[in-house]
């Protein structure tokens, strides 16, 4: 069988690869970056100092989202629970977990690593301001890599699973009716219900003009809705 993706490694006998997706993304936000953020934020810079910038902060971002990963990651590790692989893809990544969690409050602490994890970088890097501030692209750096952290935390709390908090709502159900069955059922359901929204809120952008923005919204809706079908289908055989 084919690989589906490029091994980069491994981290605490965690192998990391890259989906070939990833090269899409990567070359997507490079791209935005050095044609709209960083020029309208720091209108004085070269085009090559854009172009350096937004590749450098693309693979930063990415760096983050394995950090992200790695804190779910270490957090299962602790708890026993084998971690086959991180792989970062199109969406950010994923960090593929071999084992259910023995309790709620496992699920909880795995799927709440994450976020916090983000949200860590993201005081980091606003503290490193002051800082690089004599430095121009290093201040745009850090602002950027601060604001993108915070979001990737606070995108991945919204409560419908595959979302961290969509396992933070599967634990809390787990922990309330300790069925972790119609808790997983639950949890999925509210993912789909988001899921349509952003591609509702999607639709609603590219009638609005912003074809971009809105098939991405889109196709992050259908991202989260195709993978908690999937859960359901596993969880309910239906």
């Known amino acids: 069988m084919a690989r589906q993706h490029i ?3 491994s981290i605490l006998g965690i192998p990391v690869g890259l989906d070939y997706s990833w090269f899409l993304i990567f070359a997507l936000l490079t791209t935005l970056l ?3 953020y960083y020029p309208a934020e720091f209108p004085d810079w070269t085009p090559g100092v854009y172009w350096a910038m937004g590749a450098v902060t693309a693979l930063l971002f990415f760096a983050s989202v394995l950090l992200h990963e790695l804190g779910h ?3 299962a590790l602790r708890h026993r629970i084998r971690v086959r692989s991180i792989t970062l893809h199109i969406f950010g990544g994923i960090a593929e977990i071999a084992d259910e969690p023995s309790s709620a409050a496992v699920e909880f602490f795995v ?4 976020p916090l994890t983000s949200f860590a970088l993201a005081a980091l890097f606003y503290m490193l301001q002051p800082a690089f501030s004599p430095v121009e692209p290093l ?3 850090a602002e950027y890599l601060a604001y993108i952290n915070l979001s990737l935390g606070l995108f ?3 409560p419908g699973y595959p979302l961290d908090g969509g396992r933070v709502l599967r634990a809390v159900v787990w922990a309330i009716t300790g069925n972790m069955r119609r808790a997983t ?3 999925a359901n509210v993912g789909r219900g988001f899921a349509f929204l952003f591609i509702a809120l999607g639709a609603w952008q590219v009638l609005s003009g912003n074809l971009g923005g809105g098939l991405w919204i889109a196709f992050i809706g259908w991202f989260l809705n195709s993978e908690a079908r999937a859960e359901l ?3 309910t055989g239906r």
Do not use: H, K
């Not at 799927?111 to 994450?114: D, E």
């Open 233 to 235: 289908l596993r969880t």
């Open 139 to 141: 201040l745009g750096l």
């Open 7 to 9: 091994p980069l490694g």
């Open 34 to 36: 050095a044609n709209s």
């Open 185 to 187: 059922v639950v949890a």
């Open 156 to 158: 991945n709390l919204v």
């Open 111 to 114: 799927a709440i690593a994450g």
């Open 73 to 75: 990651s270490l957090v």
